[in-house]
């Protein structure tokens, strides 16, 4: 199991590099494209959809993405020069929809509608006919949106190191748990969580802002301190990281009551894609949100 998960680990990493590294941005607004269509099947195929139904719609959610995509004009601009790919973002008219409606509706369910889900380990009526489908469809193209406008305004740098927050908060929450959690955090929908755990991700996921504001240009953290201040990074990293553990919860209650341990085995040794970026849904349309207005 550890050498299947290596060698999907440096898979992954050598695709990642090889489209951070291309010089226009097309191989990564592919990438993107397909991660988040790959984790709408998944999603898809844990809420009362079918087999053929998740098919469909995650081919359809993947010809939507890449239309958009390639409706942007001018992106395929001159190496390391972002101000062209922001241009070519905001001359697009769907965008307008995405920053006034997607993102913030997005938003408005993990702020609102997914802590009381969790609270009551029930989505009630929200999970009734097609509505989880929309649901599923409203977060991952706000995620999607999210991803896109921060590697079209500030470059693969601000991208890679929000992700990077994540992964820092997870896997603090990780091995702080397994060292000193005693405390269940949410026994009844992942009882591995522990609260001594959650405690340590908010730590990382604080530290590294400030450490990326400080030490890596073009990073997220540094791109928000320059925008908000060096006192917003405290606030910021704790609700980041408070949502990361919300996305990832919000996955676990899909997967019990779906039954499965995995949201699928498309990444051998590492389950799902949906499993890698459960943390990124709640994270990405807030963190564009807290960089972009105002």
Same mark, same amino acid.
């Given at each position: 199991? *550890?050498?299947? /998960?290596?060698?999907?680990?440096?898979?992954?990493? *050598?695709? #990642?590099?090889?489209?951070?590294?291309?010089?226009?941005? !097309?191989?990564? @607004?592919? @990438?993107?494209?397909?991660?988040?269509?790959?984790?709408?099947?998944?999603?898809?195929?844990?809420?009362?959809?079918?087999?053929?139904?998740?098919?469909?719609?995650?081919?359809?959610?993947?010809? #939507?993405?890449?239309?958009?995509?390639?409706?942007?004009?001018?992106?395929?601009?001159?190496?390391?020069? $972002?101000?062209? !790919? &922001?241009?070519?973002? $905001?001359? =697009?008219?769907?965008? $307008?929809?995405?920053?006034?409606?997607v993102l913030p509706l997005a938003v408005l369910f993990w702020v609102v509608a997914a802590p009381r889900i969790l609270w009551r380990v029930d989505a009630g009526a929200l999970w009734q006919g097609g509505r989880? %489908?929309?649901?599923?469809?409203?977060?991952? @193209?706000?995620?999607?949106?999210?991803?896109? !406008?921060?590697?079209?305004?500030?470059?693969?740098?601000?991208?890679?190191s929000l992700w990077a927050l994540v992964w820092v908060a997870d896997s603090a929450a990780y091995f702080a748990g397994r060292?000193?959690?005693?405390?269940? *955090?949410?026994? /009844?929908? =992942?009882?591995?969580?522990? /609260?001594?755990?959650?405690?340590?991700?908010?730590?990382?996921?604080?530290?590294?802002?400030?450490?990326?504001? &400080?030490?890596?240009?073009? =990073?997220?953290?540094?791109?928000?301190?320059?925008?908000?201040? !060096?006192?917003?990074? @405290?606030?910021?990293?704790?609700?980041?990281?408070?949502?990361?553990?919300?996305?990832?919860?919000?996955?676990?209650?899909?997967? /019990?009551?779906?039954?499965?341990?995995?949201?699928?085995?498309?990444?051998?040794?590492?389950?799902?894609?949906?499993?890698?970026?459960?943390?990124?849904?709640? %994270?990405?349309?807030?963190? %564009?949100?807290?960089?972009?207005?105002?």
């Amino acid at each position: 199991m *550890l050498k299947q /998960r290596l060698i999907t680990a440096t898979v992954l990493l *050598l695709i #990642l590099g090889a489209a951070i590294m291309a010089p226009g941005p !097309w191989p990564m @607004l592919v @990438l993107l494209a397909v991660m988040i269509s790959c984790a709408s099947w998944e999603w898809l195929r844990l809420v009362p959809c079918g087999q053929a139904c998740a098919l469909i719609l995650a081919l359809g959610l993947l010809i #939507l993405m890449g239309g958009l995509s390639a409706s942007l004009p001018g992106a395929q601009p001159a190496t390391g020069v $972002h101000a062209h !790919w &922001a241009t070519a973002l $905001h001359q =697009s008219g769907w965008t $307008h929809a995405f920053e006034i409606l997607v993102l913030p509706l997005a938003v408005l369910f993990w702020v609102v509608a997914a802590p009381r889900i969790l609270w009551r380990v029930d989505a009630g009526a929200l999970w009734q006919g097609g509505r989880p %489908v929309v649901l599923g469809g409203l977060l991952l @193209l706000a995620t999607w949106y999210a991803l896109v !406008w921060l590697l079209m305004h500030h470059g693969a740098g601000a991208l890679i190191s929000l992700w990077a927050l994540v992964w820092v908060a997870d896997s603090a929450a990780y091995f702080a748990g397994r060292a000193w959690g005693r405390h269940k *955090l949410a026994p /009844r929908i =992942s009882p591995g969580k522990t /609260r001594e755990g959650a405690l340590a991700g908010v730590a990382a996921a604080i530290l590294w802002l400030f450490a990326t504001a &400080a030490w890596w240009p073009g =990073s997220y953290g540094e791109l928000l301190m320059l925008k908000r201040g !060096w006192a917003v990074l @405290l606030p910021a990293g704790l609700i980041l990281a408070v949502w990361s553990i919300l996305g990832d919860l919000f996955e676990s209650l899909l997967k /019990r009551r779906a039954g499965v341990k995995d949201s699928s085995q498309l990444l051998p040794g590492h389950g799902g894609v949906y499993d890698r970026i459960d943390a990124v849904l709640p %994270v990405a349309p807030l963190a %564009v949100l807290l960089l972009s207005f105002g």
